[in-house]
């Protein structure tokens, strides 16, 4: 009886050491990313570097400070201020062309998942199905950034780096 219980031991502590050996999964984070407008050459932040919930985002010249830096989980599409932490929304679950777009406390609501498009540069709200834009084709500092119906033109498309 104790040789059977000396292999179970050696058995369970042999299966234990594969557990811990094998590897653990790529992360699901494409860490911190500037977000670049094709139109404009300006990065998507939140203004002022504001914390707060609510505070919108907008396109800005690129600085690479921590407010247009942006962690993109892979997993369950949400994207991440680097700076407030907070995750990049469509405010109030909005459906509309033309609604706000900025930062709230992170709770995985479809307004706060997205999808990222490397191969056109989209970025489409997983809630509407809209694409984040430059509003009117906006080259200026703090043009805004909202929801549109996507046409892939260039205040849709975004370079990450």
């Not at 993109?72 to 907070?86: C, E, F, L, P, V």
């Amino acid at each position: 009886m104790f040789a059977k219980l000396r292999i179970l031991v050696i058995g369970a502590a042999a299966v234990g050491a594969l557990i811990v050996a094998s590897p653990t999964p790529a992360s699901a984070y494409v860490g911190r990313s500037l977000f670049q407008n094709a139109n404009s050459y300006r990065c998507l932040e939140i203004v002022y570097s504001y914390t707060h919930n609510f505070a919108e985002a907008a396109q800005y010249d690129c600085h690479g400070g921590a407010n247009q830096q942006w962690n993109y989980n892979t997993d369950t599409g949400m994207i991440q201020n680097a700076h407030s932490r907070k995750c990049l929304e469509v405010l109030y679950y909005s459906t509309a062309n033309g609604a706000t777009v900025g930062q709230y406390d992170c709770h995985g609501g479809a307004n706060q998942k997205w999808y990222l498009n490397r191969s056109n540069g989209l970025i489409a709200n997983r809630h509407s199905g809209k694409c984040l834009e430059v509003y009117g084709f906006s080259t200026a500092n703090f043009g805004r950034v909202v929801q549109w119906d996507c046409h892939g033109g260039p205040n849709q498309v975004w370079w990450w780096r």
